[in-house]
Nanobody, 114 residues
Framework: QVQFVESGGDLVQPGGSLKLSCAAS???????VGWYRQAPGKQRELAAS???????NYADSVKGRFTISRDNANPMVYLQMNSLKPEDTAVYYC?????????WGQGTQVTVSS
């Protein structure tokens, strides 16, 4: 069992940046983990993922703007988001890959609006 606690969400103007943090309740160095997001009225989607070895993958909609990273010693997972767009507005969650129902946290709200 792993509990994830997300933080760092905020209201930001288009073109702005945010860095999200995700704290895990125990060591997750052997897991691939990801940042998921759910926009109002839409299904949850995987935005970015990172393997235990540090290989990353991104949804086409965020590629080149978002960067996922991890600190296995703490353990933490981060999402640096640059050049934010209104369509990035969503609740952001972290979870393992594949996701596990019991691991979902409360998420953190990111709102991109002028």
């Amino acid at each position: 069992q792993v509990q994830f606690v997300e933080s760092g969400g905020d209201l930001v103007q288009p073109g702005g940046s945010l860095k999200l943090s995700c704290a895990a309740s125990r060591i997750i160095s052997l897991y691939s983990v990801g940042w998921y997001r759910q926009a109002p009225g839409k299904q949850r989607e995987l935005a970015a993922s990172i393997t235990p070895g540090g290989s990353t993958n991104y949804a086409d909609s965020v590629k080149g703007r978002f960067t996922i990273s991890r600190d296995n010693a703490n353990p933490m997972v981060y999402l640096q988001m640059n050049s934010l767009k209104p369509e990035d507005t969503a609740v952001y969650y972290c979870n393992t890959i594949p996701s596990k129902v019991n691991y979902w946290g409360q998420g953190t709200q990111v709102t991109v609006s002028s």
